[in-house]
């Protein structure tokens, strides 16, 4: 292979492996590998850092498995690391191959350290762990938004080599190509710059880019080049189906066409003094998303050859996945900017008191984020008499009065029935607006509506789930300030823990993964399941200020607990804090847990800011460790069937409580029998012992 393609793919690679945050490698089926690892971490050069590696992780071993595969697939070595594999076809064969790793499932991180422990050498297993540590965990959503970028770039792959098989590899076209890498989208002259390169791989003396970003019927023309200023088509404007360009954007397929200026279709270029005597429009599309179309075009030149051709449409490959990645990006910006903006909103309802106040801070709160020409709060609360309109200025006007005298006849007259069970969104036209409706109900009750009219249907999408939460705060808000409605503690508790999960449910993962270290800790010490039980309350109020929560669910033991770990991570100066012994030493098993799930491997212990009580830390030691291998791997260990019935419930991930009700024995009965399981296995947790079983049982033969 010549040197020049080898580094134009290997610059290929390296893009596409920061685009996925994996580490990437083409190789053939014996391993004879075209580029160097791109994006190499620990994991993946462990796994095929080199090219003579004998473990049963061996690339040649494993594309052995895959030689007849035509598709990419997600294969999962018998350690339960995964990767994907994707099959480049040449010439009816399939002699090279995309390697793109490793990741996880957050379920089996456990299991795949016991794994390691009983399969890679002593020497090495350290390595092996902590390497381990980084690999990402990725959900069915992620590892399909990487098979999708895969394709794009096995596609481009697959063309570069036959190029250069059939001997119509072009150094000139590839280092053009290599370009499109270097330009950076978040530049101005970003899209001109992919024009220009156009330009010159087809040879041709205009290009354009058009666009549909508002989602909409037409298309206008964004950028050209090549063109007079006087007749650029720049903000020229068709619709799908109109023309050649409008044909593409309906079919969602190349166009090309030779003496386009005989076609009365060309109106739309010769409108603006344009007349190509050659034309070609590519679809700039993602998973069936049409971002725009690319055309070019010569008014000379009478067609361009198919090798031109293609080279233009891994131009629109890679123009596709650009914009992907960049909706992408803005997308996940506005994601964490509204988060913060949310999460200020919340807190300032939570603490305001005056309740025309947080109404206004509401309203004000989402058209400033969704800019709606038409937003109202409507309430009938039970202590007033008729609706109250709030809209985005401080007083309604004549608008929203007529909207309200409307909304009140449908939904809060006396009689009507049903919409007082009502509980989702509600779309209806009025006045020729599209509104969405959301009402705020409690107890079979109907408080208000929330109106909204989008900008579009993905607007509306995103902020449903906002729109629920928030909802539900204000009603939760609105009742406190009745006492005959007044939440519990609990109710707050809740609604707090279901914001956490919505708007960070990666820290809300992480408490849960603090509740259950905090169950296999203190079960086998002989704690209450009440204290476990604060512990996973605390754990889960953890994000929020300690004030807020002292204020809204007072001196609650999980309270209790959070407020001693904020004086041992803010104000610990050596000396005791003062309050129940039993919250006190919640309180450092919740932040010896806390810090352990956060930093993870060794560091955890040097960033705690407190002495934690030597048994403690010896029993959570003993916890974490890697489960020790059995001995005798069939048979050795005998368990008697009701140890079995409960061993069925410890691998389905069935706590205690749940165990006892499916045997119809008590929680005590179900607790001694674990505890014997844990002799018999030489272990101390529940995770330990499920990863021993696995490994002694031979239940799950490949991890």
């Given at each position: 292979?010549k040197?020049?393609?080898?580094?134009n793919?290997?610059s290929?690679?390296?893009a596409?492996?920061?685009?996925c945050?994996?580490?990437?490698?083409?190789?053939?089926q014996?391993?004879?590998?075209i580029?160097?690892p791109?994006g190499?971490?620990?994991?993946?050069?462990l796994?095929?850092?080199?090219?003579?590696?004998?473990?049963e992780h061996?690339?040649a071993?494993?594309?052995?498995?895959?030689?007849?595969?035509?598709k990419?697939i997600v294969?999962?070595t018998?350690?339960?690391?995964?990767?994907?594999?994707?099959?480049?076809?040449?010439?009816?064969?399939?002699?090279?191959?995309?390697?793109?790793?490793?990741w996880?499932d957050?379920?089996?991180k456990?299991l795949?350290?016991?794994?390691?422990?009983?399969?890679?050498?002593?020497?090495?297993c350290?390595?092996?762990?902590?390497?381990?540590?980084?690999?990402?965990?990725?959900d069915?959503?992620?590892?399909?938004?990487?098979?999708?970028?895969?394709?794009?770039?096995?596609?481009?792959?697959q063309?570069?080599?036959?190029r250069?098989?059939?001997?119509?590899?072009?150094?000139?076209d590839?280092q053009?190509?290599?370009?499109?890498?270097?330009?950076?989208p978040?530049?101005?002259e970003?899209?001109q710059?992919?024009l220009g390169?156009v330009?010159?791989?087809?040879?041709?003396?205009?290009?354009?880019?058009?666009?549909?970003?508002?989602?909409?019927?037409q298309?206008?023309?964004?950028?050209?080049?090549g063109m007079?200023?006087?007749?650029?088509?720049?903000?020229a404007?068709?619709?799908?189906?109109?023309?050649?360009?409008g044909q593409?954007?309906?079919?969602?397929?190349?166009?090309?066409?030779?003496?386009?200026?005989?076609?009365?279709?060309?109106?739309?270029?010769?409108?603006?003094g344009v007349?190509p005597k050659?034309?070609?429009c590519?679809?700039?599309?993602y998973k069936?998303?049409?971002?725009?179309?690319?055309y070019a075009?010569?008014?000379?030149r009478?067609?361009?050859t198919?090798?031109?051709?293609?080279?233009?449409?891994?131009?629109a490959h890679?123009l596709a996945?650009?914009?992907?990645h960049?909706?992408?990006?803005?997308?996940?910006?506005?994601?964490r900017?509204?988060?913060?903006?949310y999460k200020?909103?919340?807190?300032?309802?939570?603490?305001?008191?005056?309740?025309?106040?947080?109404?206004?801070?509401f309203?004000?709160?989402?058209?400033?984020?969704?800019?709606?020409p038409?937003?109202?709060?409507?309430?009938h609360?039970?202590?007033?008499?008729?609706?109250?309109?709030?809209?985005?200025?401080s007083a309604?006007?004549?608008?929203?009065?007529?909207?309200?005298?409307?909304?009140?006849q449908?939904y809060?007259a006396?009689g009507?029935?049903?919409?007082n069970l009502?509980?989702?969104?509600?779309?209806r036209?009025?006045?020729?607006?599209?509104?969405?409706?959301?009402?705020?109900?409690?107890?079979?009750?109907?408080?208000g509506?929330?109106?909204v009219?989008?900008?579009?249907?993905?607007q509306r999408?995103?902020?449903?789930?906002?729109?629920?939460?928030?909802n539900?705060l204000?009603?939760t808000?609105?009742?406190?300030?009745?006492?005959?409605?007044?939440p519990?503690?609990?109710?707050?508790?809740?609604?707090?823990q279901d914001?956490?999960?919505?708007?960070?449910?990666?820290?809300h993962s992480?408490?849960?993964?603090i509740?259950?270290l905090?169950?296999?800790?203190?079960?086998p010490?002989?704690h209450?399941?009440e204290?476990?039980?604060w512990?996973?309350?605390a754990?889960?109020?953890?994000?929020y200020?300690?004030?807020?929560?002292?204020?809204?669910?007072?001196d609650?033991?999980?309270?209790?607990?959070?407020?001693?770990?904020?004086y041992?991570l803010?104000?610990y100066?050596?000396q005791?804090?003062?309050g129940?012994?039993?919250?006190l030493?919640?309180?450092?098993v919740?932040?010896m847990?806390?810090?352990?799930?956060?930093?993870g491997?060794?560091?955890?212990?040097?960033?705690?800011?407190?002495p934690?009580?030597?048994?403690?830390m010896?029993?959570?030691e003993q916890?974490?460790?890697?489960?020790?291998?059995a001995?005798?791997?069939?048979?050795?260990?005998?368990?008697?069937?009701?140890?079995?019935?409960?061993?069925?419930?410890?691998?389905?991930?069935?706590?205690?409580?749940q165990?006892a009700e499916?045997?119809?024995i008590s929680?005590?009965?179900v607790?001694?029998?674990i505890?014997?399981?844990?002799e018999?296995?030489?272990?101390?947790?529940?995770s330990?012992?499920?990863?021993?079983?696995?490994?002694?049982?031979?239940?799950?033969?490949s991890?």
């Amino acid at each position: 292979m010549k040197n020049k393609l080898r580094r134009n793919l290997q610059s290929l690679q390296d893009a596409y492996a920061s685009l996925c945050g994996l580490t990437i490698i083409i190789t053939d089926q014996a391993d004879k590998r075209i580029t160097e690892p791109s994006g190499l971490t620990e994991m993946a050069s462990l796994l095929f850092g080199s090219p003579c590696a004998t473990a049963e992780h061996a690339i040649a071993n494993l594309l052995e498995k895959v030689r007849n595969v035509s598709k990419t697939i997600v294969y999962e070595t018998r350690s339960g690391l995964k990767m994907l594999i994707t099959s480049i076809g040449i010439c009816k064969q399939r002699p090279y191959y995309i390697l793109t790793g490793v990741w996880v499932d957050g379920c089996t991180k456990e299991l795949i350290t016991g794994r390691i422990h009983e399969t890679v050498p002593p020497g090495e297993c350290e390595d092996w762990i902590q390497a381990l540590d980084k690999v990402p965990v990725l959900d069915q959503e992620g590892v399909a938004r990487i098979i999708g970028q895969l394709d794009i770039l096995a596609d481009t792959v697959q063309a570069l080599l036959e190029r250069e098989q059939g001997g119509e590899y072009s150094a000139y076209d590839l280092q053009l190509m290599n370009l499109i890498y270097l330009l950076d989208p978040a530049s101005p002259e970003w899209l001109q710059g992919i024009l220009g390169i156009v330009v010159r791989i087809l040879g041709v003396e205009f290009a354009g880019y058009a666009s549909n970003a508002a989602d909409g019927d037409q298309f206008t023309v964004l950028e050209t080049t090549g063109m007079p200023k006087d007749n650029s088509l720049q903000g020229a404007s068709f619709f799908y189906g109109e023309g050649f360009l409008g044909q593409v954007g309906l079919s969602k397929q190349m166009g090309y066409w030779r003496n386009a200026d005989r076609d009365l279709r060309i109106s739309f270029f010769a409108a603006h003094g344009v007349r190509p005597k050659v034309l070609i429009c590519y679809p700039i599309k993602y998973k069936d998303k049409l971002y725009g179309l690319l055309y070019a075009g010569d008014p000379v030149r009478p067609e361009l050859t198919e090798e031109q051709a293609d080279m233009g449409m891994l131009v629109a490959h890679q123009l596709a996945a650009s914009m992907y990645h960049m909706e992408s990006e803005a997308l996940y910006e506005r994601q964490r900017k509204r988060n913060d903006t949310y999460k200020e909103i919340v807190q300032g309802i939570l603490v305001t008191q005056d309740k025309e106040d947080y109404l206004q801070l509401f309203i004000e709160f989402f058209q400033q984020q969704l800019g709606s020409p038409f937003m109202c709060l409507l309430l009938h609360t039970p202590d007033e008499a008729g609706l109250r309109i709030y809209s985005s200025s401080s007083a309604p006007n004549e608008l929203y009065t007529v909207y309200a005298e409307d909304a009140e006849q449908i939904y809060f007259a006396d009689g009507i029935p049903g919409f007082n069970l009502l509980n989702k969104p509600i779309r209806r036209e009025w006045k020729s607006w599209q509104l969405v409706e959301h009402p705020m109900v409690f107890e079979q009750r109907l408080l208000g509506l929330f109106t909204v009219q989008f900008s579009d249907e993905g607007q509306r999408r995103e902020y449903e789930t906002i729109f629920h939460m928030t909802n539900v705060l204000l009603v939760t808000k609105l009742l406190a300030q009745q006492p005959q409605n007044t939440p519990s503690g609990t109710d707050f508790m809740r609604l707090l823990q279901d914001n956490l999960l919505i708007q960070q449910p990666v820290v809300h993962s992480r408490a849960a993964d603090i509740r259950r270290l905090a169950q296999d800790l203190l079960e086998p010490l002989s704690h209450s399941a009440e204290e476990m039980e604060w512990i996973g309350q605390a754990a889960l109020l953890a994000p929020y200020p300690i004030g807020l929560l002292i204020k809204y669910l007072g001196d609650i033991p999980a309270v209790c607990v959070l407020r001693h770990m904020h004086y041992y991570l803010t104000d610990y100066n050596g000396q005791e804090d003062v309050g129940e012994s039993s919250h006190l030493y919640l309180a450092k098993v919740l932040l010896m847990l806390t810090k352990y799930t956060e930093q993870g491997g060794r560091q955890w212990k040097e960033t705690l800011p407190i002495p934690v009580p030597e048994p403690l830390m010896r029993s959570f030691e003993q916890l974490i460790a890697p489960p020790p291998v059995a001995v005798q791997q069939e048979g050795g260990v005998r368990f008697t069937t009701r140890e079995n019935d409960i061993l069925d419930g410890l691998l389905t991930g069935l706590n205690n409580k749940q165990i006892a009700e499916k045997l119809f024995i008590s929680t005590h009965t179900v607790k001694n029998h674990i505890t014997k399981i844990y002799e018999k296995l030489g272990v101390h947790s529940r995770s330990q012992a499920i990863s021993q079983i696995y490994q002694a049982t031979g239940k799950k033969d490949s991890l």
